[in-house]
């Protein structure tokens, strides 16, 4: 099945791996705009919304992680485009810091087209996790939960503080916070964390990727929702626990 409705951004400035990306991802149904920078992204971006980004971590001019903290602060448009990272930078620091900016993935350089297509695939199966309509089937019941005052409807991924205003949160951000009210009062290891947010695809043998995550979940809630980041705590040397009481709204 082709993904034909599927629009990528790719900002790359080497034209050999942007052309080679735009032929290998093209021939795999997405529709591929392909930028040398973030002056000709934010050309793209005027016009349209592309369905994800990915964003070379070494560009000429603004780099990437200046140019992924900018999506991350700007309109309602960009601020919750996935972001897949590309970074030749071997040291994790690297790494962590793109995940700390808000991109939703990395993936270092070299890599294999088809590893990149995994990881493309897996944001947009997290980002597109909501039951389709059947037609003439009865509407299936929504997924909202309540915990501290919040409301957490994980169909439509929106998150309203108690005073009714929006919790903008990416989706990775989002993934993860769902983990949380689906097992309350559960320790959660990273590598389930990694399995059920990220589908498996990093093999490092020790990621970051979870700790910088929730870290950015708590500082994310406690600016909005302080008494619900709260209640994410760390269990040292095991991973992590929801202590909130998780109301079913349906």
Known sequence: MTETATTILLVEDDPDIR?????????????????DGGAAMDRILATGRPDLVIL?????????????????????????????????????????????????????KPFSPRELLARIRAILRRVRAVPAAVPGAAEPPRRRKRVEGVVVDLDARTVDAADGARIALTSAEFDLLGCFLDRPRRVLSRDQLLDWTRGRTHVEPFDRTIDVAVSRLRTRLAQAAPALGARITTVRNVGYLFAGEVEDLG
């Open 19 to 35: 052309d080679l990306l735009v032929e290998f991802l093209g021939r795999e149904g997405f529709a591929v705009q392909a930028a």
């Open 56 to 108: 070379d971590l070494m560009l000429p001019g603004e780099d990437g992680l200046s140019i992924c903290r900018r999506l991350r602060q700007g309109t309602a448009t960009t601020s919750h485009l996935p972001i897949l990272m590309l970074t030749a930078k071997t040291a994790e620091i690297d790494r962590v810091v793109g995940l700390e900016l808000g991109a939703d993935d990395y993936l270092g």
